[in-house]
């Protein structure tokens, strides 16, 4: 009788494009949680306040967001109390960028271990996208908390039937970070200044995505700008079933979708392409 856990690798330099060798993350799935512990527990273990960081960043955020662009902007919230609209676009934002930071730089991060021993490359920015969901699940509480606080206070924030995409909401803004983190960590490995404009470029990308604004309330000259940004439509959808105001579109949803599934198929090409010599480059 055949051992199941009995795995025979065969190691090639030159395999089919389309060999993307999903089964064998699959067959390492052990190595894959003790990354995600290992992301969790390098970060925090010699901090004081530990995970409390998760919650303590977003409520700075939220309080320096209320003064800038709420008293002093006057950028509408479409009725809605400053703190949870703009918690709402935080919570999905942070998800996003920390899964497209953490899977760019997993060519240059891992190279040292990348180089003396062999498992599946993909494993590393499926590790990130899982660890970071704890930071996610941590201040999706704390936004559920704010409902809570409002609708106790008599403020009408509408939970909806469209808050039953949630799920498939994570799913959509995980996929997208990773796959977008995965085609720059490739570029990285021969442009390695391409890391400092990613950083950049996701400071410039927040203020095309209404993490700070409705939809309704951006210029009519660029509103196009902002609505084949992908995660605008997440964002809006998220709003929309858990805070009852918002846009949404079918149309956007099924857009974002589309297009999130295209940049994780070429990202998962490119990145196992590019796995295979980038050692000669990092």
């Not at 960043?57 to 002093?72: A, D, E, H, W």
């Not at 939970?159 to 949630?166: E, G, P």
């Not at 996701?202 to 009519?220: E, F, H, K, N, R």
């Amino acid at each position: 009788m055949k051992d199941s856990n009995n795995y025979h690798w065969e190691i090639q330099s030159k395999t089919a494009v389309l060999d993307l060798k999903l089964r064998d993350v699959w067959a390492y799935r052990d190595l894959l949680w003790l990354m995600v512990r290992r992301d969790f527990v390098a970060v925090y273990k010699q901090t004081i306040l530990g995970p409390l960081w998760f919650i303590i960043q977003p409520l700075f955020t939220i309080v320096i967001y209320t003064v800038v662009f709420g008293k002093i902007a006057g950028i509408s919230t479409e009725g809605l109390p400053r703190p949870v609209f703009y918690m709402a676009g935080i919570t999905v934002w942070n998800y996003f960028a920390d899964c497209l930071m953490k899977s760019s730089g997993v060519f240059r991060d891992n190279a040292g271990v990348f180089g003396k021993v062999y498992f599946p490359r993909l494993v590393v920015p499926f590790s990130a996208v899982i660890s970071n969901m704890v930071r996610f699940a941590i201040q999706m509480l704390l936004f559920i908390g704010f409902i809570f606080y409002y609708y106790l206070n008599g403020m009408a924030l509408h939970v909806n039937v469209y808050a039953l995409l949630f799920p498939f909401l994570v799913l959509l803004i995980a996929l997208l970070g990773m796959g977008s983190g995965m085609i720059i960590s490739a570029l990285t490995t021969k442009y390695r200044d391409l890391s400092f404009l990613v950083s950049f470029s996701m400071q410039l990308l927040m203020y095309a995505t209404t993490v700070i604004y409705p939809l309704s309330a951006a210029p009519d000259n660029y509103k196009w700008v902002i609505m084949i940004n992908p995660v605008t439509a997440i964002i809006e959808t998220f709003r929309y079933g858990f805070l009852g105001s918002g846009s949404f579109s079918w149309a956007l949803l099924a857009y974002a979708s589309a297009f999130t599934f295209i940049i994780l198929f070429v990202g998962i090409v490119v990145f196992t392409k590019v796995e295979k010599n980038f050692i000669d480059t990092v």
